[in-house]
Every structure is written in structure tokens, then in C-alpha cells.
């Protein structure tokens, strides 16, 4: 294929999260199969976490002109129209949406163009609400998408009854083994030591960026028995900083649960964003994913693959799809309560034989969710787009 067949990958931004990771990836692939991927992002690059992939242009939306800011939501005709002369001038064949908004828009811009459109959902739809018109026009457009790209199967069974999205393909995230390493790197146990952790003292790990869907007020619950009754566990959730999120300063609210435990301040710790998950998996005992949606976590993924014992709630989709219980790690219903969260979580904090056989089988996801076999799924799949797209 010539490297002169464009295709963009269009999201939101290229921050902290699983979504933009995924995206990286596929732009990495593509470039490895002669395409020549472009990277189109709404937010600016100082919003970017992830190094970019080499010899993949990085671009962002023109800024809105004072008189689309003016009109607000009223300017999003403009905004469509805006990116469809992007699209022509950057001779773009196909074009990759991913999450909700810009797979809209995206699917918009194109309608016109000839070009084909490939949508990525990130999360399971009924979970994540966008808003009554941003609803709409999904359920608008997304039987346009010449392909959708499905994490799960059931997620793609829904899509495929609510929104239109008969043409599929499913493709789970792959599994990066070993972890890549990048900036900023926090050594665990210094920055640990430095807020008055043992080295051996024993460590809940938890990662995300969004505190409601990941569910970490619930963990912190259940962390709280565990905590009163052996003073050297540690709570650790990596990745929620200080800044504001919808408004909402996350770590303080979740530090207001422990109003009536503040004996416990100290051993709740948010070392914030790290490039180097990999240390951090290392020096857990038990990684948590107590989420109440997703769409494939890809944190359980790599705590998976790095022998991480991890707990997950069988919250919709994806975690089912990674933990057979009691094999490879242990998965509770989203329904259970939050004694019996806190009589697992307690058992296997003292069954170290237990935590190291689920762990020694939960490295097999390195196998399963190989990378090479996917990408070759999506390659093949986008060509075929594209060669049809010709024909027609």
C-alpha cells in the first residue's frame, strides 16, 4: 500500500486515558503497513500525556473564530463544514472516529466526501450518557460508518440493535508487553517512602483518570475496614491529579469520605500521572479495578499482564472478558455488597499463595491479546475499506 493513502485518527485529545493509548497504537500500526496516518485531535498538544508514534503528523483543529463562540452551539453546522475542508484538502481516504463526539462529527463531515468512515465506541453506550442531542444525531449517523470497531461482542450486539451498527469488527485492545516507559517516571517505593510507607508495607493499586465511572469511591469503602485493621495497608490510586474534572476536584472528594477516619489520610496516596505503570504493578499486592462501566479497561489488561493478583467488578463490558473468576483473578458482580468486596479483598491480602497463583495464570493475556494478530485484523479490514471505496 502506497504512503500516500492517508487516513486520519480523530479524537478529542491525547490525554491520560485508555481511549487515546488505543488510538496511538492504531496510528503506530498503520504506519508499519504503508499507510500514512495523520493524528487529529480538538484539544490542544499541551493537553498530549503519550509520546506520539515516530513519523506520525500530530494536527489540531483551527480554533473556533470569535464569531462561532459567539453562536455556541448553534456554530456546529460551521464546525462539520470546517472539518469536511480539512478532510479534501488533506486528501484523506478514510477517516477513524474515536469516542462518541468525534465519531459523530466525523461521520458528518464525511457523508459528502466519498470517504469512508470508521467508528470507535470506548465505552458501553447505555453507561455513558452524552446528552439528548448528542444521542440523536449518533443514532443518526451511525448506521453511515462503513465499520465499527467493537471491543467486546457485547457491546457490538447492542450497538448492532440500538444504533444501526451493522458492519463490525471485532477487536479487543492488545496488550502491550513490556510496558513502554516515558515521562514523568516516579519510582514507587521513594515516593512512597517519602509519605511514610514501609517498603514492605502492603498495597492496594488502582488506576484512572474519571473517579465515578472507575468507581473509587466505592473501593476507598471497602479499603477503610481493610485499613482499620491492618495499620501498614496502603490505597494508592495512580492517575487522578488536582486538576478539576467537570468541575470536581476528585482526590478531595474522595479524601471526604475519610472525614470520620482521619487516621487514614495518610495511607490514601494519588502519585498522579506516571510513565511508568510497569514499577507500580510491581509493587502491588492486589490491583482493584472496582469500575462501574467500561468498555475494555485496558489498566486490567496490563496489570494482567504484569502478574498483577487483580480484583474486578463484573461491571459492563470488558472485565468478563479478561478474568475467568477464581482462574486468573477473582470477579465479583457490581451488585455485591461491600462486605462481601471487603471479605475477598481480605482473604487474598493473607493468602499470598492464593494472590501468586492468580497472578502466575493472569499473565496469559500476554498470549491472547497478542498485538501482532490484531493489527493485522485492522489492516486487512481499513484496506478492504478503502479498495471497496474505490470500486464503487
Not at 450497538?159 to 485492545?173: D, E, I
Request: proline share 7%; glycine share 8%.
Amino acid at each position: 500500500m502506497s504512503h500516500s493513502r492517508r487516513v486520519v485518527l480523530y479524537i478529542d485529545s491525547l490525554k491520560l486515558g485508555g481511549a487515546e493509548r488505543v488510538t496511538l497504537i492504531w496510528a503506530q500500526w498503520l504506519r508499519q503497513a504503508g499507510w500514512n496516518p495523520l493524528l487529529l485531535t480538538r484539544q490542544p498538544a499541551s493537553w498530549d500525556f503519550y509520546p506520539l508514534p515516530p513519523e506520525v503528523p500530530r494536527m489540531v483543529e483551527p480554533a473556533d473564530t470569535p464569531w462561532m463562540r459567539r453562536l455556541g452551539p448553534l456554530a456546529f453546522p460551521f464546525r462539520v463544514w470546517r472539518l469536511q475542508r480539512w478532510l479534501h484538502v488533506q486528501n484523506v481516504e478514510l477517516a477513524i472516529g474515536v469516542t462518541s463526539l468525534p465519531a459523530i462529527k466525523l461521520l458528518l463531515a464525511t457523508r459528502s466526501l466519498g470517504v469512508p468512515c470508521v467508528v470507535s465506541e470506548r465505552n458501553f453506550p447505555p453507561s455513558k450518557r452524552i446528552g439528548w442531542i448528542w444521542s440523536g444525531l449518533r443514532r443518526l449517523s451511525y448506521p453511515w460508518a462503513a465499520l465499527h470497531l467493537v471491543q467486546t461482542q457485547a457491546v457490538g450486539d447492542w450497538m448492532k440493535t440500538h444504533l444501526g451498527a451493522k458492519r463490525q469488527l471485532l477487536l479487543p485492545n492488545p496488550v502491550q508487553w513490556p510496558l513502554t516507559r516515558f515521562h514523568p517516571s516516579l519510582a514507587p517505593h521513594d515516593w512512597l517512602s517519602s509519605r511514610g510507607c514501609g517498603l514492605t508495607d502492603p498495597v492496594i493499586l488502582a488506576v484512572g483518570t474519571k473517579a465515578d465511572q472507575k468507581g473509587f469511591d466505592r473501593l476507598v469503602r471497602w479499603w477503610i475496614p481493610l485499613a482499620q485493621a491492618d495499620a501498614r495497608l496502603q490505597l494508592v490510586i495512580v492517575g487522578l491529579d488536582q486538576r478539576p474534572y467537570h468541575g470536581r476536584d476528585q482526590q478531595a472528594d474522595l479524601r471526604a469520605l475519610l472525614v470520620d477516619q482521619p487516621g487514614l489520610q495518610g495511607r490514601l496516596h494519588f502519585p498522579g500521572r506516571v510513565g511508568n505503570m510497569a514499577d507500580w504493578y510491581t509493587r502491588t499486592q492486589l490491583f482493584v479495578l472496582s469500575s462501574r462501566y467500561e468498555g475494555f479497561p485496558n489498566v486490567l489488561l496490563e496489570a494482567m499482564a504484569a502478574g498483577c493478583c487483580c480484583v474486578a467488578a463484573d461491571c459492563p463490558q470488558g472485565p468478563a472478558d479478561l478474568i475467568q473468576d477464581g482462574v486468573n483473578g477473582r470477579l465479583l458482580s457490581v451488585m455485591e455488597s461491600d462486605a462481601r468486596w471487603v471479605q475477598l479483598l481480605k482473604g487474598l491480602l493473607v493468602d499470598d499463595g492464593e494472590r501468586q497463583r492468580l497472578a502466575a495464570n493472569a499473565v496469559e493475556v500476554r498470549k491472547i491479546f497478542a498485538p501482532a494478530a490484531l493489527q493485522q485484523r485492522l489492516t486487512n479490514a481499513l484496506e478492504c475499506l478503502v479498495v471497496e471505496a474505490g470500486q464503487s
